[in-house]
T-cell receptor, first 116, second 119 residues
Framework: AQSVTQLDSHVSVSEGTPVLLRCNYS??????LFWYVQHPNKGLQLLLKYTSAATLVKGINGFEAEFKKSETSFHLTKPSAHMSDAAEYFC??????????????FGRGTSLIVHP | GAVVSQHPSRVICKSGTSVKIECRSLDFQATTMFWYRQFPKQSLMLMATSNEGSKATYEQGVEKDKFLINHASLTLSTLTVTSAHPEDSSFYIC???????????????FGPGTRLTVL
């Protein structure tokens, strides 16, 4: 069985300071991992994905994440927060179920608040 | 890039009526589409997985007779909320997984969502 834990429901930073959004996962096989961002009343936009290639993944808008198998983590970071980064962020693990299909599981989400 | 559309974006209906939501992959073929439900300030809850030409697979606790899913073509899946009640009010989001080469086999592309309000 797979699961995703986003350790913080809210993260508050000042504009220009680093961002760290934490995600831990459990999976029976070699999972694919994703980070999505959702602005209010909008759909989801893919920030980045890990699919068993390089462990340090660079995404859009200056975000990146590092896959650490030993720690079962896939934390999202950004060196310098911008006001437009304020949104809800979801960590997603996609693993193969017993029937062979890949089914995604969402974390509960982390709300990023950016102060001027 | 791969684009997924949903229609309508917003719908208000009376209790007891049925509502159909369409999910379309605009520039790619999708053998698999997913339907999610999202309550305010909460995460996405997977309702069902829809495979083209076959019956949908529903997650535990989701009523298949309440939420009818049809995936008749490689670019269209529909979700029909039958006999809607106020507790069905929610944000419904679909996603599509591409079947062609050039796409990561496990990546989903999300629609913009449909806000359903049942009075």
């Amino acid at each position: 069985a797979q699961s995703v834990t986003q350790l913080d429901s809210h993260v508050s930073v000042s504009e220009g300071t680093p961002v760290l959004l934490r995600c831990n996962y459990s999976s029976s096989y070699s999972p694919s991992l994703f980070w999505y961002v959702q602005h209010p009343n909008k759909g989801l936009q893919l920030l980045l994905k890990y699919t068993s290639a390089a462990t340090l993944v660079k995404g859009i808008n200056g975000f990146e994440a590092e896959f650490k198998k030993s720690e079962t983590s896939f934390h999202l970071t950004k060196p310098s927060a911008h006001m437009s980064d304020a949104a809800e962020y979801f960590c997603v693990v996609s693993d193969r179920r017993s029937g062979g299909s890949y089914i995604p599981t969402f974390g509960r989400g982390t709300s990023l608040i950016v102060h001027p | 890039g791969a684009v997924v559309s949903q229609h309508p974006s917003r719908v208000i209906c009376k209790s007891g009526t049925s509502v159909k939501i369409e999910c379309r992959s605009l520039d790619f073929q999708a053998t698999t589409m997913f339907w999610y439900r999202q309550f305010p300030k909460q995460s996405l809850m997977l309702m069902a997985t829809s495979n083209e030409g076959s019956k949908a697979t529903y997650e535990q606790g989701v009523e298949k007779d309440k939420f009818l899913i049809n995936h008749a073509s490689l670019t269209l899946s529909t979700l029909t909320v039958t006999s809607a009640h106020p507790e069905d009010s929610s944000f419904y989001i679909c996603s599509a997984r591409a079947s062609a080469s050039g796409f990561s086999y496990n990546e989903q592309f999300f629609g913009p969502g449909t806000r359903l309000t049942v009075l």
